[in-house]
């Protein structure tokens, strides 16, 4: 069997399981490890955590199922890396995969091997009681409404991991371990919201932690009164050195016979480089990363067991391939040049010391770049990549090109990518971290570096998706978890591979950090998923579960998911070493240096910044190569005289000027901006002298043009002006006898307007008078028209009339100038054409004989028409129209000499209008010919003056271009 080792997020060590391989580690000296194991089947495919059964392991794994036996609860402790959580993890996986025992229906039964049922929770400095609590409330049955616990016959474990990292509070108490000291003394919590006791039964805790110091708290003795302190010790270098050897020579099984033999000292010359590196490069304010621990060891181990017999033949490969590792775990994180140079030469003494290879220095790092990866063979499958090592740099950087190329063709936001040696490098890592099993990265560099633009371009070429969280106005929790909601479904239940990529400028809270942090350490955030969301995810998940053979309960497809969301995700982080932000975070989150790679982001060096200028002014035209050249040097002489000066800056004020690779971008595109901007303004200038000269032959052709027409203007000018002052004259002739006539018009106006007020008034007075008889004679006519056949029937059907209506009848005979006897009234009524003559009667030539004899009728106080409608109606009418002749007539009488005084002062006015107008259109026809004569005039003066206008023109033009043409 293939035997493989790695360093994963379960703490420890790995080696084989097979009873011969355990026996060989009974020795005391080699005894205090514990380890993990991976089968080789495709590289690295699977894991299973499986502890080596040592006599510390067991020792600890007694001890702590006797603890749980009797419901004590179990607190690890030791340094990080010696394997607290795998010793515990495991332990609880072995009792809770354990046979039930034959009495476990006996109540006197109090083993816990059976029925015991692990859960994780991992704190951190941002654990909040309630995300606490919830999580507790949601492994555990709801037995009675305040009553919680294990299901039938089995007991619930809380492994709670780095119980003694939540930050203090403004009092100095640590919520979250408060809470768990309030279930360890009464068995129980309060209810957030009702208030009321919650009971917790057959549930136990057991933790682990590190010593106080770095982020960790020391835990309340109330506490850790109630646990069983258990201390782990790291392991020796003996025992480490023959575990690592096993496992390398179990893995190198199947190469050449060099290359077995290399595996011994391969792992000295690790061990010692670790331990050195641990003693060397001590963690200070600012490199409070260099923290190292086994689990780097095996983070190193890792990478060189993703290699295989076909890409590493030889020895000299091989050990290149184990600097390359070296530098990926440890050289990368450090924080500057002196440090990696440190390591790199120490690197070359001990492959030197071990027999490992003759290369010198320059040989390892100056003359190449020692690069391995596994995306050197596009078009294959991602899981038919294979591990090898880049032997032609100029075949890699077209690669790269040629991923560039197809990445911007298939993404709408685009990449400009210049592929330096120390970009390439960055890619190279991070491509290395994605291809591991739960491989994590943390970028760490100030803004403007790269790294999030590098992580996609990784992504892509690695074959998996970039996911990245969009910030908004409001965004907050509840949007960020949703967001991880996402995440989760797609790598847990859609089995897709992908990345997540978070930067610091994202973390709007610092609970943000906290679920990175679970997710780096357990990969489960607490309180992520309510309970019917879970039960989604279970039966989503069911159908892949039972395909794969696994565990297809409820607790099993959920505890499958967060495996394969594990599997599936990889996260990147980009932080910068900014402020004390950083050094802040990873003291209070241990995963973000425990779980991650980091790849510390130099600044560029001086060739690689010559790389990007040349690269940016390759397409702008500057005149030759070598002007080219010397702007690209230019550019990178500013920036580092920036660089220097900041450093400077520091030394002398202690104030930091940062300058970082997005800045130097600013640098060329300003200078491309600026080179475009002054190549414009010159183009333009050129332009205008262009023009200039172009206008001046312009200019000489229209000064000969202008002359020639000058003088044939001249005598037109001259012949213009007297015409206009012989017109000149002769209209103010005309002007003065228009004047003349106007005057006598005037007057005759006067006279005729006065004719008119007089005419008017005599008129006036006419109609006045007439006024008066109008209305009755209009009354009685339409009292006439109201008659019909039948009222003069009715008249004519009195034998003998009434008075009245005789009398009406004779005066009706006496104004038709009849006899006025009832008998000619009878005839008079008979006349058909009678109620005609009436209306038609001709009232204006009444003889005043007539009226004479109507007299008397119309002073009988008895004859009125209201009277005499009491006698017949029909008479009335004819009443009122006898009256309104009489009325008429009066009046007509006195209106008729006005009205002949009207009609003479309306002839005589008619005959002064006449007058009148007919001078009127004599002063007309003499203020036309003037206004002709003015219009003439005005022609003429107009016609002098652009003639004028255009020889002062002409003159003008030709003085400037005279003068131009001087100048």
């Known amino acids: 069997m293939n035997i493989q080792w790695v360093g994963v997020s379960g703490h420890a060590y790995t080696s084989s399981a097979t009873e011969s391989f355990s026996k060989s580690f009974q020795r005391s000296d080699m005894l205090s490890a514990c380890m993990l194991w991976f089968l080789s089947s495709p590289l690295l495919s699977c894991c299973l955590q499986m502890l080596v059964p040592t006599v510390d392991t067991v020792r600890f794994s007694y001890l702590l199922e006797a603890c749980l036996d009797v419901q004590r609860s179990v607190l690890f402790t030791g340094v990080t890396g010696v394997g607290k959580s795998v010793i515990s993890t495991a332990a609880l996986d072995a009792l809770a995969a354990a046979p039930s025992p034959a009495d476990q229906a006996d109540q006197g039964n109090h083993r816990i091997a059976g029925r015991l049922i692990p859960y994780t929770v991992v704190f951190s400095a941002q654990t909040s009681s309630f995300d606490t609590q919830m999580l507790i409330e949601s492994k555990l049955d709801k037995k009675r409404k305040t009553r919680y616990g294990a299901p039938v016959n089995k007991k619930v474990v809380f492994f709670v991991d780095d119980i003694n990292m939540p930050a203090r509070e403004q009092y100095g108490a640590q919520p979250a371990i408060e809470l768990l000291r309030q279930f360890q003394d009464f068995r129980g919590f309060y209810d957030r919201k009702k208030l009321f006791w919650k009971d917790i039964e057959d549930t136990v805790l057991c933790a682990a932690c590190a010593p106080p110091g770095g982020g960790r708290q020391e835990v309340t003795s109330r506490l850790l009164r109630h646990f069983t302190m258990l201390a782990i010790p790291p392991p020796s270098d003996t025992a480490t050195k023959t575990i690592l050897s096993s496992i390398l020579n179990g893995f190198l099984a199947e190469f050449a016979a060099d290359v077995r033999a290399m595996a011994g000292a391969l792992v000295n010359a690790s061990i010692e480089a670790y331990n050195r ?27 060189m067991l993703m290699v295989s017999p076909s890409t590493c033949s030889d020895k000299e490969a091989l050990a290149r391939l184990w600097m390359h590792e070296a530098c990926r775990v440890f050289a990368d994180r450090l924080v500057c040049t002196e440090d990696r140079e440190y390591f790199q030469q120490m690197l070359v003494e001990l492959s030197s010391k071990h027999s490992l290879s003759t290369m010198s220095y320059s040989d390892a790092f100056d003359r190449r770049h020692i690069t391995w990866g596994g995306f050197l063979r596009p078009g294959l499958d991602r899981t038919e990549r294979r591990y ?11 690669l ?25 490098d960055h890619v190279c890592r991070l491509s290395r971290v994605l291809r591991q099993p739960r491989g994590n990265a943390m970028l760490v560099g100030v803004g403007g570096s790269g790294k999030q633009s590098l992580t996609r371009f990784a992504s892509y070429i690695s074959g998996f998706k970039t996911f990245q969280i969009e910030l908004s106005r409001g965004y907050g929790v509840a949007e960020f978890r949703e967001d991880l909601k996402k995440l989760y479904r797609t790598a847990g239940v859609d089995g897709e591979p992908i990345v997540f990529l978070f930067s610091d400028t994202q973390i709007v809270q610092e ?23 879970k039960d989604r995810i279970v039966i989503d998940i069911r159908e892949w579960m039972e395909k794969t053979g696994g565990n297809p309960t409820k607790d099993g497809c959920y505890s499958a998911f967060i495996n394969r969301v594990r599997d599936n995700l990889h996260i990147v982080l980009t932080m910068s070493p900014v402020g004390d932000a950083f050094r802040a975070r990873c003291r209070q989150f241990p995963s973000l240096i425990n779980c991650c790679t980091i790849d510390w982001f130099s600044n560029w060096p001086a060739e690689a910044l010559l790389s990007v200028s040349q690269t940016f ?29 900041s450093v400077r800056f520091y030394l002398e004020l202690r104030r930091r000027y940062y300058t970082t690779p997005k800045s130097y971008l600013d640098l060329i595109n300003l200078y491309l901006q600026l080179l475009q901007e002054k190549r414009q303004e010159l183009r333009q200038a050129r332009d205008r002298l262009l023009d200039g000269l172009r206008k001046l032959n312009e200019t000489n052709v229209l000064v000969t043009s202008m002359k020639a027409d000058l003088a044939r203007l001249q005598p037109e000018l001259e012949a213009k002006a007297a015409a206009t002052a012989d017109l000149l004259v002769k209209v103010a002739a005309d002007q003065q006898e228009a004047e003349k006539v106007k005057a006598v018009v005037a007057a005759e106006e006067k006279e005729v307007k006065a004719m008119q007020v007089q005419t008017q008034g005599i008129a006036d007075e006419a109609k006045a008078d007439l006024a008066e008889a109008l209305p009755a004679l209009q009354a009685a006519i339409d009292s006439l028209k109201a008659l019909n056949k039948n009222d003069i029937v009715e008249i004519k059907s009195f034998p003998k009339p009434p008075l009245l209506v005789q009398m009406t009848m004779e005066a009706v005979c006496i104004l038709k100038q009849e006899k006025p006897d009832w008998e000619t009234a009878k005839r008079v009524l008979s006349d058909t054409t009678f109620m005609k003559s009436l209306e038609e009667f001709d009232k204006d030539n009444i003889p005043d004989i007539v009226i004479k004899k109507l007299k008397k009728y119309i002073d009988d106080p008895q004859y009125q028409p209201d009277v005499v ?29 006005k009205r002949q005084k009207l009609r003479e002062a309306e002839s005589q006015l008619e005959r002064a209008n006449k007058q009148l107008q007919e001078k009127q259109d004599a002063l007309a026809a003499v203020v036309a010919r003037v206004n002709r004569l003015q219009q003439q005039l005005a022609d003429a003066q107009s016609e002098q003056r652009q003639l004028n206008d255009q020889v002062g023109g002409l003159t003008a033009a030709v003085r400037t271009c005279c003068v131009f043409q001087h100048k």
């Open 388 to 398: 090898e090592e880049v032997t032609d740099g100029a075949k890699l950087l077209k």
């Open 277 to 303: 590196i641990s003693e060397e490069l001590l963690p200070t304010p600012d490199k409070s990363h260099y923290t190292f621990n086994l689990r780097d060891l095996s983070k190193q181990f890792q990478g």
């Open 400 to 424: 790269l090109e040629d991923y560039l190329d197809e990445y911007n063709m298939n993404n709408t936001a685009t990449m400009n990518l210049v592929f330096f040696q120390h970009a390439i």
């Open 869 to 897: 409608a009491k006698q017949s109606r029909a008479a009335m009418s004819l009443c009122m129209w006898t009256r309104a002749m009489d009325v008429y007539h009066r009046v007509a009488k006195t209106v008729e000499p």
């Open 511 to 533: 609970c943000f950090l906290e679920d990175i942090n679970n997710m780096l350490n357990s990969g489960e955030v607490p309180g992520l998923f309510a309970t019917e969301e």
């Open 617 to 645: 002014l390759a397409n702008t035209d500057l005149g030759s190569r070598a002007v080219r050249d010397a702007v690209a040097q230019m550019c990178v002489h500013i920036h580092r005289s920036v660089e220097d000066m």
